[in-house]
């Protein structure tokens, strides 16, 4: 069985803050681990994912995430929120099955 | 590559009117699903397919049918629409593991613009 939680429906800032975007997830085995960006009628695109190796992840648009296992976390940062990453994010687990569970999604609000 | 297309852009049904969206894909993924999103409940899963000639349920598969005759194509048809499904439908296709391996692109999601679906 696999879930994801992310924490936050909505998540504001101000133009140049940290941006901390919460994801736990439960796996009966070793995971794979995504977050995906959806813009304003759009479709989602891949931000990053940790499958193995390194828990540090890097994607675009300069965010990162951490996988900890002992916290089965996966938080979304990004050191300085800019005015155009305004948008919703998921956080998505691959367990033992085919298909990705998906989180409700956290909407980043940016402010001037 | 074009990636996923999904065709049409925006659709307007009459209560029990039928239809089918399109969705196609041309990175020869084996996996490809259907999701609906709606406001405040993230993408709910409606049906997907592990290959060509295999598909099955998700979360939420009533009132719509799919089937997968080739690895490009995978429709959606709702079979007599009703205003809970006006909704946005996305399309998602991705390589699975064996042909994605460990270090590739296994179970990366490639999603579609999406269909913006109003029945009335």
């Known amino acids: 069985a696999q879930s994801v939680t992310q924490l936050g429906s909505h998540v504001s800032v101000s133009e140049g803050a940290l941006v901390l975007l919460r994801c736990n997830y439960s796996s009966s085995v070793p995971p794979y681990l995504f977050w995906y960006v959806q813009y304003p009628n759009q479709g989602l695109q891949l931000l990053l994912k940790y499958t193995t190796g390194a828990t540090l992840v890097k994607g675009i648009n300069g965010f990162e995430a951490e996988f900890k296992k002992s916290e089965t976390s996966f938080h979304l940062t990004k050191p300085s929120a800019h005015m155009s990453d305004a948008a919703e994010y998921f956080c998505?687990?691959?367990?033992?099955?085919?298909?990705?569970?998906f989180g409700r999604g956290t909407s980043l609000i940016v402010h001037p | 590559n074009a990636g996923v297309t999904q065709t049409p852009k925006f659709q307007v049904l009459k209560t029990g009117q039928s239809m089918t969206l399109q969705c196609a894909q041309d990175?020869?993924?084996?996996?490809m699903s259907w999701y609906r999103q709606d406001p405040g409940m993230g993408l709910r899963l409606i049906h997907y397919?592990?290959?060509?000639?295999?598909?099955d349920q998700g979360e939420v598969p009533n009132g719509y049918n799919v089937s997968r005759s080739t690895t490009e194509d995978f429709p959606l048809r709702l079979l007599s629409a009703a205003p809970s499904q006006t909704s946005v439908y996305f399309c998602?296709?991705?390589?699975?593991?064996?042909?994605?391996?460990?270090?590739?692109?296994?179970?990366?999601?490639?999603f579609g613009p999406g269909t913006r679906l109003t029945v009335t």
């Open positions: 998505a687990v691959k367990g033992g099955s085919y298909i990705p569970t």
């Open positions: 998602a296709s991705s390589p699975l593991g064996l042909a994605g391996g460990k270090g590739g692109r296994a179970y990366e999601q490639y």
């Open positions: 990175m020869n993924h084996e996996y």
């Open positions: 397919s592990v290959g060509a000639g295999i598909t």
